[in-house]
C-alpha cells in the first residue's frame, strides 16, 4: 500500500479525524502545512489532482479570505496567491497519494484513496 500525504493541521478536528482512519489502515505521512507552506505551483499541482474548482480548496470563513480582498467568484490565480500567502486558507485536511488526491471534509472522504 502507498504511503498516504496528508496535509495535516494537528488543532483542526476534522483534521485529527481524517489522519486516526488513515492511520489505522496503514502508513500515513503527515505535512503540518501551516509551518510547512506549499507555494503557488504545489497548491496547483495538488488542485490538479483534486478535480475540484480551486475555491473548494479555500476557506472562505477564515478572516484572511475577506482581509485579501477575496470572494467565491474570485479567479484562480488571486486563490492560488491568497493561499500560498496564508496558508491558513487552505482548507484541511488534504490527503494525497499518487496522482489523487482528496479534501477530507468529511474525514472519511479520505478513505477513497485506498
Not at 19 to 39: F, I, K, N, S, T
Not at 45 to 64: F, G, N, S, T
Request: net charge negative; hydrophobic share 45%; aromatic share 4%.
Amino acid at each position: 500500500m502507498a504511503v498516504i500525504l496528508l496535509w495535516h493541521n494537528p488543532r483542526c478536528s476534522k483534521s485529527r479525524a481524517a489522519l486516526a482512519l488513515l492511520e489505522e489502515r496503514g502508513p500515513v505521512e503527515l505535512r503540518r502545512y501551516l509551518e510547512d507552506a506549499p507555494d503557488e505551483a504545489e497548491l496547483r499541482r495538488v488542485h490538479a489532482l483534486l478535480d475540484r474548482p480551486v475555491i473548494e480548496m479555500v476557506r472562505r470563513k477564515e478572516p484572511e479570505f475577506k482581509a485579501a480582498g477575496l470572494c467565491p467568484e474570485a479567479d484562480d490565480a488571486a486563490l492560488f496567491a491568497a493561499m500560498a500567502a496564508h496558508p491558513k486558507l487552505i482548507e484541511r485536511p488534504i490527503a494525497i497519494t499518487g496522482d489523487r488526491a482528496v479534501i477530507g471534509r468529511p474525514p472519511e472522504a479520505v478513505l477513497d484513496l485506498l
